[in-house]
């Protein structure tokens, strides 16, 4: 429903109303911001000499080489825990219940574990000594696909009956119905939410911060301690710099996320493809069943979680 | 064998640290999350920017880069003297708020079109046909996400732990830092938490056939 349905049509009256309130609105919410900057305008923030820092050669190098290392980190964290995603759906799917069993307990026990704790477990040396880095990918695949392999169950199970019968039916091997006919149509259908996870992965990877892996989050804190100017730390200025890239990042893979699902919508084939809906920071299903993925309908009614609304 | 039995006022300490952040983060995070929902389908146009900006902001913002504005840029700029605990609490709440307030949006989304239609021709205002008729039959929809976003919340705590806040991720910190075998504590704060996540997940589930209605 779109949120025009929830009041009228304005008239004179709530005209004038809606009026009042957006000017009080605004002058609200810029109220807010022209407190906040006023604080740092005072406590000197805004001394140009504090934002100069990011005009050093070095300290721009050093942002470089943070977000490289942060992006090496995510590259091969997704590739692994997409992979791994694969393996473990596989296995969750086994007509073997001991191979189900193993894989349901292996899902269930790191989806509860906060993330940070893995990370630390690993970098401390509960598979013998691994670096910083691969502490950091390692937690980051092992946490991220679990969640990856729950999402590709749920697309697979969303694939309507009669595909999985039709490929059997055709003589297909048990390996073959998997990759020729489900897993196709599930990761297409599912690629929106995928990516959504892949944000959180980004997310994630500031945790190195805590096991002093060199990545953004980490470089700012660095250039914050090390660059006082005028015996002023510049934690405002980095947090400000470090922030607006995150957040950029993130924003570039959501947008993507959000086309590949209008691109899919447009398509008209079988199945529906999952809105991109972004999952909490491990929106964890826990258990079984209370999945929060918008589960494709297969009949393909329509699911009116997925219409978009006008006010966004 | 023996940290747990050695350390049990430790470990308790830190349990009820993290039940202490899940609790008031969640309580925070509910009570913004359904006003900025709110905010996002009203008819007044700031409150509608405003609520975009707080959701797309905070959900996409590293956990924790937030820590590091309530630990290091609040205090300075903003209120000198909170302490750790608030400052974690209104990190992990405002973070979870936008995620709330997503799952609350998509509920209202699920409640059929002629409800509000119905609340509006017999002249119920905005905050009227809010307040008696969607968010009620929101709140059906709205309980199973929200069962997992706080089992997330649950586990987003342990941040607060490395900044100095006790909870289980502080535990076994200092544990390890003490020259325990990380296995062990491995695994007792693994169980921890899988009680507390658990626990949530009964309670929702619980709350989920309360509000089960056949419609």
Redesign the interface.
């Known amino acids: 429903m779109s949120a025009s349905v929830l009041f009228d049509a304005p008239g004179p009256k709530a005209r004038v109303r809606n009026v009042i309130y957006t000017v009080v609105g605004f002058a609200a919410l810029l109220g807010g911001i022209a407190w906040v900057i006023l604080r740092l305008n005072e406590k000197g923030e805004f001394d140009p000499a504090l934002w100069d820092i990011f005009n050093y050669a070095g300290i721009r190098q050093n942002i470089l080489d943070a977000l490289l290392a942060t992006l090496k980190v995510f590259a091969l964290a997704g590739v692994f825990s997409l992979v791994f995603a694969v393996f473990l759906c596989v296995a969750r799917l086994s007509d073997h219940k001991p191979v189900r069993w193993v894989a349901v307990a292996f899902i269930d026990l790191f989806r509860s574990i906060p993330l940070l704790i893995t990370i630390f477990a690993l970098w401390v040396g509960i598979l013998g000594s691994l670096t910083p880095f691969w502490a950091l990918v390692v937690g980051l695949t092992i946490y991220n696909g679990c969640v990856q392999a729950e999402v590709l169950r749920a697309g697979i199970n969303a694939v309507p009956k009669g595909q999985k019968e039709a490929a059997y039916a055709i003589g297909l091997r048990k390996s073959q119905v998997m990759t020729l006919v489900l897993f196709p149509q599930a990761i297409r259908s599912m690629l929106p939410t995928i990516i959504s996870q892949l944000v959180v992965t980004l997310k994630d990877t500031s945790l190195g911060f805590m096991i002093l892996y060199p990545e953004l989050l980490h470089s700012a804190r660095l250039i914050a301690n090390n660059t006082p100017v005028n015996g002023v730390y510049p934690f405002v200025q980095t947090v400000a710099v470090f922030g607006a890239i995150y957040i950029g990042l993130c924003l570039i893979l959501s947008w993507i996320a959000t086309w590949i699902e209008k691109r899919g919508r447009r398509a008209k084939t079988g199945i529906k493809v999952a809105s991109a809906k972004e999952p909490a920071a491990s929106e964890v299903a826990q258990a079984s069943g209370t999945t929060v993925l918008t589960v494709p309908d297969p009949r393909g009614e329509t699911i009116v979680d997925t219409t978009p609304d006008s006010s966004s | 064998m023996n940290v747990l039995l050695d350390n049990l006022s430790l470990f308790r300490e830190g349990f009820i640290g993290t039940l202490k952040l899940t609790g008031a983060s969640a309580l925070v995070a509910i009570v913004l999350g359904v006003i900025v929902a709110g905010f ?11 609520g ?1 900006l707080w959701v ?2 905070l ?7 937030l820590f ?2 309530a630990f ?2 609040v205090p ?3 209120f000198p003297d909170l302490d750790s605990f608030l400052l974690a609490v209104a990190a992990c709440g405002f ?2 708020s936008a ?1 709330v307030a ?1 799952a609350v ?2 509920g ?4 059929p ?1 002629g409800q ?2 119905a609340a ?1 021709s017999i002249g119920m ?2 905050t009227q ?2 307040r008696l008729i ?1 968010l009620p039959q929101a709140t059906r929809t709205v309980v ?2 929200l ?3 706080f ?2 919340l ?6 607060a ?2 900044f100095n806040n006790v909870d ?2 502080n535990v ?2 200092t544990l ?1 830092n003490d020259g325990y075998d ?2 062990m ?2 695994i007792w ?2 169980l921890a ?2 009680i507390v ?2 626990a ?2 009964g309670l ?2 619980l709350l989920e056939h309360r509000l089960e209605v056949a419609r």
Request: glycine letters at 2%.
């Open positions: 996002r389908v009203s008819p007044v146009p700031p409150l509608r920017i405003f975009t797309t902001l959900r996409n913002t590293p956990l924790t880069l590091l504005v290091f840029v300075k700029v903003l973070y979870t995620f997503e949006r998509s209202i989304n699920t409640v079109l509000a239609e509006r205002t905005f046909t809010m969607v199973p996400p069962s997992s976003i089992i997330a649950t586990k987003n705590t342990a941040i732990g490395a289980l991720f076994s910190k390890s990380i296995t504590i491995f704060i693994t938490y899988l996540t658990y949530i997940n929702f589930r």
